[in-house]
């Protein structure tokens, strides 16, 4: 059943009374302020009120005829194109926000992490906090054997099949020529892994995932971690544009 007209009109944002207006309007064609206060039982100085805030919206336009103010309902077809012109100003006010949206964003926090067991610890952590369907964005050195360093083949397996469990995927991209260097196993863990273009050089550990950055040396037994929304998304747009120049294995 179609929803009554005073419930249509009130969507459009018309109050009560400008509902009542208009709709008396509307039946009588031309009318004047006298006119319509007599149909809608309202006062005159309310009508001429409530026409000239309709007027302003457009919906109604008036002309002197004999001395007497006249109104009378613009072709309600005015209405459709109103809402395309403001769903159009949205648009243009939604892409012009988005780059506003959280500037007064919270100061980024950092963590230092300089012995084996706090950046096991960091490595334990991250796995936990990531959700179901996350992704793990990572620039990496496989012939540095950074994660080597810190834990132990056995750990490494337990952590990965964790992340495949809570299904996380990762998206890894190391320099070009260091293929060999990859555990044999690691592409059975959700990992997809491209080649960076030659010339393009990673010595440490870089990852990205929610609102954190991560930048990992087993070498030098060290990592600091960012949280920060847009430093992090920042990087992960580099990391996608070096990921669509570089080469799957």
């Known amino acids: 059943m179609p ?26 064609g031309e009318a004047s302020v006298a006119e319509i206060a007599h149909i809608t039982k309202a006062s005159r100085t309310t009508v001429a009120s409530i026409l000239d805030r309709l007027k302003i919206k457009g919906l109604v336009t008036s002309h002197i005829s004999k001395g007497k103010k006249i109104f009378w309902i613009e072709d309600p077809h005015v209405l459709v194109e109103q809402s395309k012109a403001q769903l159009e100003v949205i648009e243009q006010l939604v892409g012009r926000l988005h780059s506003e949206y959280h500037q007064a964003d919270k100061k980024p926090t950092a963590e230092i992490y300089d012995t084996h067991e706090t950046l ?58 260091q293929e060999s260097f990859i555990r044999p196993n690691v592409l059975e ?61």
């Open 120 to 177: 096991e610890h960091l490595m334990v952590k991250v796995i936990e906090e990531l959700e179901k369907g996350d992704q793990l964005f990572t620039f990496e050195s496989p012939s540095a054997q950074h994660y080597q360093a810190i834990i132990t083949e056995e750990l490494f397996n337990v952590l990965s099949k964790q992340k495949v469990r809570k299904g996380i995927y990762t998206k890894s991209l190391i320099p070009a020529g």
């Open 189 to 249: 863990y959700n990992i997809q892994v491209r080649t960076l273009p030659p010339g393009i050089l990673v010595e440490s550990s870089f990852w990205m995932f929610k609102n954190s950055l991560v930048l990992f040396s087993g070498t030098h037994t060290f990592a600091v971690r960012i949280n920060h929304r847009h430093m992090k998304e920042s990087m992960a747009s580099l990391f996608q544009m070096a990921w669509e120049i570089s080469k799957p294995l």
């Open 3 to 28: 929803a009554p007209l005073k419930i249509l009109l009130k969507h459009i944002g018309l109050s009560e009374i400008e509902t009542r207006v208009y709709l008396a309007s509307i039946r009588l």
